[in-house]
């Protein structure tokens, strides 16, 4: 297994367009997560999933977010209808989740963004 | 809620020297604590992760300690070089969340 996969590393789009970015996680994780990082900032949490369930959707995942994880396997995030604001790198991490509570993230190396 | 913060924002150091960075959170009740690493424009390495039962956790000349009743955490770095130069960002697990909260990042030159 090599990791958490994230597809493409970068990509550059004009405002308004779509954009999706994919994830595969380490295979026998049962759960996913997506971040957004800004310059100077720390990542901040989007949304998880435990299987294909979406668990959890931070306030900052906008109706112009959606993200999808069908069969439990890789996940999808989109955007729609890009803004300038949406120029971020974004991360995708997985973990197997226990039921001690305890979970132990490992990330990818990211999806960059740049809206023009 | 959550929050996690790390001083300084910024540090820089000569080669050789002994540094630390510090990581407060405002929720004790966690799971674990991690620092990564992560070079600009790339994604996060991770350097020691510290389950809430253990007080610290070594690997090579990082240390990282965590004091769970006061919210702190530390990571030592001892002996600088230039390729230790990075952001540094600590994230906590646990509590009322499941999921990692990240602290701003201290970014960490070292002069050769």
């Known amino acids: 297994d090599t990791g958490v996969s994230q597809d493409p590393r970068h990509k550059i789009t004009k405002r308004g367009q779509n954009v999706t970015f994919r994830c595969d996680p380490i295979s026998e994780h049962n759960r996913l997560y997506w971040y957004r990082q800004t310059l100077g900032q720390g990542p901040e949490f989007l949304t998880y999933?435990?299987?294909?369930?979406?668990?959890?959707k931070s306030r900052l995942l906008s109706d112009r977010f959606s993200a999808e994880r069908p069969k439990g396997s890789f996940s999808t995030l989109e955007i729609q209808r890009t803004e300038q604001g949406d120029s971020a790198m974004y991360l995708c991490?997985?973990?197997?989740?226990?039921?001690?509570?305890?979970?132990?993230?490992?990330f990818g190396a990211g999806s960059r963004l740049t809206v023009l | 809620k959550q929050e996690v913060t790390q001083i300084p924002a910024a540090l820089s150091v000569p080669e050789g020297e002994n540094l630390v960075l510090n990581c407060s959170f405002t929720d004790s009740a966690i799971y674990n604590l991690q620092w990564f690493r992560q070079d600009p424009g790339k994604g996060l390495t991770s350097l020691l992760l510290i389950q809430s039962s253990q007080r610290e956790q070594t690997s090579g000349r990082l240390n990282a300690s965590l004091d769970k009743s006061s919210g702190r955490s530390t990571l030592y770095i001892a002996a600088s070089q230039p390729g230790d130069s990075a952001t540094y960002l600590c994230a906590v697990y646990g509590g009322a969340t499941n999921k990692l909260i990240f602290g701003t990042g201290t970014l960490l030159a070292v002069q050769p």
């Open positions: 991490a997985s973990s197997l989740a226990g039921l001690s509570g305890a979970n132990v993230l490992t």
């Open positions: 999933f435990q299987n294909e369930a979406q668990l959890e």
